[in-house]
């Protein structure tokens, strides 16, 4: 299946969408919007995150190959920051995942949806997860 995004493998030799560079609106949260409904599967992460990486693993390990946008790595990263913040509530703005364009939450959110089996039909119903 071919898509707008590049894959590329990382050094824990795993591969995950990133999405083409591309300008969007300047509210911080309209881009967010937009670029969490891109995607079935949509994950706000930093390079350097050991719970993003786990997150990518889990994901990948279940067959879901998420659009990943590395926060760190984008030129208005700070302004992003601010707004997953916000949105998430919590003291950290990554990881944060929506599915289906639909904000799923963090890491904590993420695995109890996983351990409690309501994960896997959240991934069917965005078509992320096909079996």
Do not use: Q
Not at 1 to 13: D, F, I, P, Q, R
Not at 54 to 67: D, E, I, S, W, Y
Not at 87 to 101: D, E, K, M, Q, T
Request: proline share 5%.
């Amino acid at each position: 299946m071919h898509n707008n995004y590049y894959e590329t493998a990382g050094w824990w030799n795993s591969s995950y969408n990133y999405p083409a560079k591309r300008s969007v609106g300047t509210d911080p949260l309209e881009r967010i919007d937009r670029m969490a409904s891109a995607s079935a599967v949509v994950m706000f992460s930093m390079s350097t995150c050991c719970m993003c990486h786990a997150l990518k693993r889990l994901f990948c390990g279940m067959g879901v190959n998420p659009t990943v946008y590395e926060v760190d790595e984008d030129p208005r990263g700070n302004e992003l920051e601010r707004a997953l913040k916000r949105l998430s509530g919590g003291p950290s703005a990554v990881p944060l995942v929506f599915i289906g364009g639909k904000l799923v939450g963090a890491m904590d959110s993420v695995m109890a949806s996983h351990i409690s089996g309501a994960l896997v039909p959240l991934l069917k119903e965005a078509g992320a997860l096909w079996l």
